[in-house]
């Protein structure tokens, strides 16, 4: 009996190394296939680590909320290696993000973050602006904000996150330095032409409803007819806003783009409005175009006085 149990137990390992052998060479040919991402199993859900970025994002959950048509909601732990620095970005949509371990640097390059320290004090900080956050901090991050994170250490931050996106969005939207294609410049005062707002709340500080601004730029010294459609909902003159915007080029091309942002009140009742740019399409040479930007604009009134817009735009494909 023990000669009979040694056999079986040789047979046994022998059994077990051709199986590990088996799933190293099946890991193996399903990485050599993808230059650009490796994949490991973190408490068994697949890790996906970008090539070259430093960064490993592991999906936790995935799910499109019935109440939220349109979208899709992504639970993820992110891993930022040491010395790490991602571009600058944005989200189709609002992220929420915390801490596990490591000190982020935070990188705000347009709009505003929301930020929750570990002890509950909350902090609005605007562009252009650096913030540290550590272990037990969170912000929430809305389309409107450009920024990009880096890890200036030597170990690694964990990051739990999140994300309420468009669907078919990417988790991270590149936009700047971070975006290929022509670079389009683009200023215009933008004088509203029509317009229809709704006043509701206590002494009617909420005002809803669409807006139709127009204007032209100019580009090569040539004119660019501009013209935005947008939908506000504002309390006290600050909330989000999106829409779409149409420029008519001197060849007879037209590009357009579609814009999600916020406006902020100041106490004199001027605003600031800051928005993230994504390209739709276009006619003519911006047919195929794709591309995301920034707009920032100032009014020196409420909804309905003249925008002063600048519109910063990566187009490829014009």
């Given at each position: 009996?023990?000669?009979?149990?040694?056999?079986?137990?040789?047979?046994?390992?022998?059994?077990?190394?051709?199986?590990v052998v088996l799933?190293?060479?099946?890991?193996?040919?399903?990485?050599?296939?993808?230059?650009?991402?490796?994949?490991?199993?973190?408490?068994?859900?697949?890790?996906?680590?970008?090539?070259?970025?430093?960064?490993?994002?592991?999906?936790?959950?995935?799910?499109?909320?019935?109440?939220?048509?349109?979208?899709?909601?992504?639970?993820?732990?992110?891993?930022?290696?040491?010395?790490?620095?991602?571009?600058?970005?944005?989200?189709?949509?609002?992220?929420?993000?915390?801490?596990?371990?490591?000190?982020?640097?935070?990188?705000?390059?347009?709009?505003?973050?929301?930020?929750?320290?570990?002890?509950?004090?909350?902090?609005?900080?605007?562009?252009?602006?650096?913030?540290?956050?550590?272990?037990?901090?969170?912000?929430?991050?809305?389309?409107?904000?450009?920024?990009?994170?880096?890890?200036?250490?030597?170990?690694?931050?964990?990051?739990?996150?999140?994300?309420?996106?468009?669907n078919g969005a990417?988790?991270?939207?590149?936009?700047g330095s971070g975006?290929?294609?022509?670079?389009?410049?683009?200023?215009?005062?933008?004088?509203?032409?029509?317009?229809?707002?709704?006043?509701?709340?206590?002494?009617?500080?909420?005002?809803?409803?669409?807006?139709?601004?127009?204007?032209?730029?100019?580009?090569?010294?040539?004119?660019?007819?501009?013209?935005?459609?947008?939908?506000?909902?504002?309390?006290?003159?600050?909330?989000?806003?999106?829409?779409?915007?149409?420029?008519?080029?001197?060849?007879?091309?037209?590009?357009?783009?579609?814009?999600?942002?916020?406006?902020?009140?100041?106490?004199?009742?001027?605003?600031?409005?800051?928005?993230?740019?994504?390209?739709?399409?276009?006619?003519?040479?911006?047919?195929?175009?794709?591309?995301?930007?920034?707009?920032?604009?100032?009014?020196?009134?409420?909804?309905?006085?003249?925008?002063?817009?600048?519109?910063?735009?990566?187009?490829?494909?014009?």
């Amino acid at each position: 009996m023990e000669r009979g149990a040694g056999r079986w137990q040789v047979i046994s390992v022998v059994l077990a190394v051709v199986v590990v052998v088996l799933v190293l060479a099946f890991v193996l040919k399903d990485d050599s296939g993808d230059n650009h991402a490796t994949s490991t199993s973190v408490g068994g859900v697949a890790a996906v680590k970008a090539g070259g970025t430093g960064v490993t994002r592991t999906p936790l959950g995935e799910a499109a909320p019935a109440n939220a048509p349109g979208q899709t909601l992504y639970l993820q732990q992110v891993t930022i290696a040491a010395h790490a620095k991602l571009p600058e970005h944005f989200h189709q949509g609002t992220q929420v993000a915390r801490v596990i371990s490591g000190t982020l640097t935070y990188n705000i390059v347009s709009g505003t973050a929301a930020v929750t320290r570990a002890g509950g004090k909350t902090e609005d900080v605007a562009a252009p602006n650096t913030v540290f956050l550590h272990p037990g901090d969170s912000l929430v991050e809305t389309s409107s904000l450009v920024h990009f994170g880096a890890n200036d250490t030597g170990e690694p931050v964990v990051i739990e996150l999140a994300a309420l996106l468009e669907n078919g969005a990417p988790l991270a939207t590149p936009v700047g330095s971070g975006a290929t294609g022509a670079a389009l410049h683009l200023t215009a005062p933008l004088a509203s032409q029509a317009r229809t707002l709704m006043n509701v709340g206590p002494q009617g500080s909420v005002v809803y409803g669409w807006n139709r601004l127009t204007g032209t730029a100019t580009l090569d010294g040539k004119p660019v007819p501009v013209d935005l459609l947008g939908d506000v909902n504002y309390t006290s003159g600050s909330g989000p806003f999106s829409g779409f915007i149409t420029f008519k080029f001197n060849d007879g091309a037209t590009l357009a783009v579609a814009m999600q942002g916020a406006a902020t009140q100041s106490a004199d009742g001027a605003s600031t409005v800051v928005a993230t740019l994504g390209v739709l399409g276009g006619t003519g040479r911006y047919e195929k175009a794709t591309g995301t930007g920034t707009f920032v604009g100032s009014r020196p009134a409420a909804v309905g006085a003249t925008v002063a817009a600048t519109f910063d735009l990566q187009v490829a494909g014009g």
